[in-house]
């Protein structure tokens, strides 16, 4: 059964990187037709898309995003990762990881989720 | 790129069928048969209800339909049940290779 943990930093400060990591078991990330996905979630608000990766290293990004966004895979450790700049207050979110059949926005299976806190 | 428009809430009553509707433009959910809809109870990961517009994940229930016309997509459950109270997002691709939400429905079992 495929599995998806988040991991990271729960404290950000103000315009300093935020950085995860999405570790993936029980199946490879380099499965072909997969990518894999970042969502986020401000708290009591919905669900925004950040971006996604194929195991080649392919991305694509949400556009409001993309000037600050980078995310990468690592196929040695069955892992993919965000990287946020210039974080603010507003990059206050739950954020989760998942997969998908590109380009359709099925996301299955999700994390658990993590809470990122940016704050001095 | 805008977010997609759900209401902000629905109620009904156990037993009743709901719809919510996910509304979008020509560029996302009217251009693309690739909208998908998210279960989401507090403090848990959402959880995919259906994709492809109209298709079940193996172990949804199939109280659980997904439909389209236009540029709106919607979600119907029927024989509602008290733990179909949860939060409800739809999300669809939107061309040049990126996805869009919903805001998200509040799903009230009365």
């Known amino acids: 059964q495929l599995q998806l943990q988040e991991s990271g930093p729960g404290l950000v400060k103000p315009s300093e990187t935020l950085s995860l990591t999405c570790t993936v078991s029980g199946g490879s990330i380099s499965s072909s037709s997969y990518y894999w996905g970042w969502i986020r979630q401000p708290p009591g608000k919905g669900l925004e898309w950040i971006g996604s990766i194929y195991y080649s290293g392919s991305t694509y990004y949400n556009p409001s995003l993309k000037s600050r966004v980078t995310i990468s895979v690592d196929t040695s450790k069955n ?18 990881c998942a997969r998908h059949v590109y380009p359709k926005p099925g996301f299955d299976p999700w994390g658990q989720g993590t809470l990122v806190t940016v704050s001095s | 790129q805008s977010a997609l428009t759900q209401p902000a809430s629905v109620s009904g009553s156990p037993g009743q069928s709901i719809t919510i509707s996910c509304t979008g433009t020509s560029s996302d959910v009217g251009g693309y048969n690739y909208v998908s809809w998210y279960q989401q109870h507090p403090g848990k990961a959402p959880k995919l209800m259906i994709y492809d517009v109209s298709k ?18 919607s979600l119907t459950i029927s024989g509602l049940q008290a733990e179909d109270e949860a939060d409800y997002y739809c999300c669809s691709y939107a061309g040049s290779s990126t996805l869009v939400f919903g805001g998200g429905t509040k799903l009230t079992v009365l």
């Not at chain 1, 892992?79 to 989760?96: E, G, H, I, R």
């Not at chain 2, 229930?61 to 997509?73: C, D, E, P, Q």
């Open chain 1, 79 to 96: 892992q993919f990762s965000l990287k946020l700049s210039s974080v603010t207050a507003a990059d206050t979110a739950v954020y989760y």
């Open chain 2, 56 to 73: 079940r994940p193996s172990g949804v229930s199939n109280r659980f339909s997904g439909s389209k016309s236009g540029n709106t997509a």
